[in-house]
């Protein structure tokens, strides 16, 4: 069976600062990994994603997460925060690469203060 | 520009009735999902379908019922029978042959009053 655990429901940086966004996962099989993004009242954007290809992910709007499998990690961060990053962020975690399969996080909520 | 339309965005219902939340897709995705979302409880997969007239149980479909007679359209109706219905319902889908990457609908909120 599969799950994903995020640390901490809510984050708090200064504009600017590091974004460090935890997720770890547990998997029989290499895993297909996740992280999406939801702005308040939205659906969520997929940010990037980890495919077996190359363990550090670059996604969208400045975001990276590194595959990590001997902590079974796949922490997202972002050098420096901008007030737009403010939103919900999800790890996602599939054994077999199929929707059907997503088990998601519970989220963590991003707060940046100027 | 190809999406995921979901309507209504906000719906408010009296306990005991039923309520249809619309989602189309024109994507050309074969397959679609619905999901629920509650705070601090991330989201649940009510039901899903990989092919036109073929649908299967997620992990909380009671209370829930679909259907999918187009490739664009897969309702979903929250009946009397679910006990808490009030929550941000998501429609997704996605592409056969992809590696699992969901697009989302901007989602409907129901309240029951």
């Not at chain 1, 966004?21 to 997929?46: A, D, I, K």
């Not at chain 1, 940010?47 to 902590?71: D, H, M, P, Q, R």
């Not at chain 2, 999902?33 to 997969?45: E, N, V």
């Not at chain 2, 429609?91 to 042959?97: D, F, I, V, Y």
Request: hydrophobic letters at 35%.
């Amino acid at each position: 069976a599969q799950s994903v655990t995020q640390l901490g429901s809510h984050v708090s940086v200064s504009e600017g600062a590091l974004v460090l966004l935890r997720c770890n996962y547990s998997s029989s099989v290499p895993p297909y990994l996740f992280w999406y993004v939801q702005y308040p009242n939205q659906g969520l954007q997929l940010l990037l994603k980890y495919t077996s290809a190359a363990t550090l992910v670059k996604g969208i709007n400045g975001f990276e997460a590194e595959f990590k499998k001997s902590e079974t990690s796949f922490h997202l961060t972002k050098p420096s925060a901008h007030m737009s990053d403010a939103a919900e962020y999800f790890c996602a975690v599939s054994d077999t690469g199929t929707a059907s399969k997503l088990t998601f996080g519970t989220g963590t909520r991003l707060q940046v203060t100027l | 520009d190809g999406g995921i339309t979901q309507s209504p965005k906000y719906l408010f219902r009296k306990e005991g009735q039923n309520v249809t939340l619309s989602c189309e897709q024109n994507l050309n995705h074969d397959a679609m999902y619905w999901y629920r979302q509650d705070p601090g409880q991330g989201l649940r997969l009510i039901y899903y379908s990989q092919i036109v007239n073929d649908f299967q149980k997620g992990d909380i479909a009671e209370g829930y019922s679909v259907s999918r007679e187009k490739k664009e359209s897969f309702p979903l109706t929250v009946t009397s029978a679910q006990k808490n219905p009030t929550a941000f319902y998501l429609c997704a889908s996605t592409a056969t042959g992809g590696t699992g990457e969901l697009f989302f609908g901007e989602g409907s909120r129901l309240t029951v009053l």
